[in-house]
C-alpha cells in the first residue's frame, strides 16, 4: 500500500535556527514527490517537485532533497513567517498518468522570534 | 479566474440535511480534484475529472457522495443524508498536466 509519513508532527524553533522535516514514503514505483505550505484556513500553496533520486530543488530559505526512500524540506534561518504547515505528498507511478497525489498528514512548524 | 474559489467557505447543516459544495477552477485547467482534509489527517482523494468525465472516484466514501462537473469548469460535490464523520474541509485543485495543484481555500463542513 503507497503510503506517506511526515516527522516530526510539530516542530517549534527560534528563529534562525535551522532545521530539516523529513517524509518518508513507501510508494510501487514514484512519478514526483511534493511539496507544499499550507497556512491556517487556507489551500496548500506549492512549493516544490521532485522526480529522481538526488535531485534538489531551493526557494528562498527552503531546499528540498530527495532519495529513493525519503524527502527532506531544509529550513535555513527561518523566519517567524515561514511558521506553517508542510505537507509532503507523491505520486504514483500506478496513478494512471494524471496527478493523483498520497499526502501525509503534515509537519506544523512555528518559528518564535 | 486567477485562482481556484471554493463556496461556501464554511457551511454548518443538521445531520441528515444534503449539502452542496462548489469549486470553480482556474480557467483552462482540464484537471479537476477532490480531497477531504480531517484533523490531524492528511488529505485524503476523493474523486478526479478530466474535462466532465470522473475517470477515478475510488475515494468517494459512500454512496452519499456524489460529485459532477460541467463544461469542463465548474464542479459540484453533493453529500446526501449529512453524518457527523463528514465534518472536515473540502478541498478542491486544479492542474494542467502533471505540475503541482492549484488549490482553493476549501469550504469547512460541520454536521451538528
Known amino acids: 500500500e503507497d503510503q506517506v509519513t511526515q516527522s516530526p508532527e510539530a516542530l517549534r524553533l527560534q528563529e534562525g535556527e535551522s532545521s530539516s522535516l523529513n517524509c518518508s514514503y513507501t510508494?510501487?514505483?514514484?512519478?514526483?514527490l511534493f511539496w507544499y505550505r499550507q497556512d491556517p484556513g487556507k489551500g496548500p500553496e506549492f512549493l516544490f517537485t521532485l522526480y529522481s533520486a538526488g535531485e534538489e530543488k531551493e526557494k528562498e530559505r527552503l531546499k528540498a532533497t530527495l532519495t529513493k526512500k525519503e524527502s527532506f524540506l531544509h529550513i535555513t534561518a527561518p523566519k517567524p513567517e515561514d511558521s506553517a504547515t508542510y505537507l509532503c505528498a507523491v505520486q504514483p507511478l500506478t496513478s494512471g498518468g494524471y496527478n493523483k497525489l498520497i499526502f501525509g498528514a503534515g509537519t506544523r512548524l512555528a518559528v518564535h522570534p | 479566474g486567477a485562482g481556484v474559489s471554493q463556496s461556501p467557505s464554511n457551511k454548518v447543516t443538521e445531520k441528515g440535511k444534503d449539502v452542496e459544495l462548489r469549486c470553480d477552477p482556474i480557467?483552462?485547467?482540464?484537471?479537476l480534484y477532490w480531497y477531504r482534509q480531517s484533523l490531524g489527517q492528511g488529505l485524503e482523494f476523493l474523486i478526479y475529472?478530466?474535462?466532465?468525465?470522473?475517470?477515478?472516484k475510488s475515494g468517494l466514501p459512500s454512496d452519499r457522495f456524489s460529485a459532477e462537473r460541467t463544461g469542463g469548469s465548474v464542479s459540484t460535490l453533493t453529500i446526501q443524508r449529512t453524518q457527523q464523520e463528514d465534518s472536515a474541509v473540502y478541498l478542491c485543485?486544479?492542474?494542467?498536466?502533471?505540475?503541482?495543484?492549484?488549490f482553493g481555500s476549501g469550504t469547512r463542513l460541520t454536521v451538528v
Open positions: 510508494v510501487s514505483g514514484l512519478r514526483g
Open positions: 480557467s483552462g485547467h482540464t484537471a
Open positions: 475529472f478530466q474535462g466532465n468525465s470522473a475517470p477515478d
Open positions: 485543485a486544479s492542474s494542467l498536466g502533471r505540475e503541482g495543484y492549484t
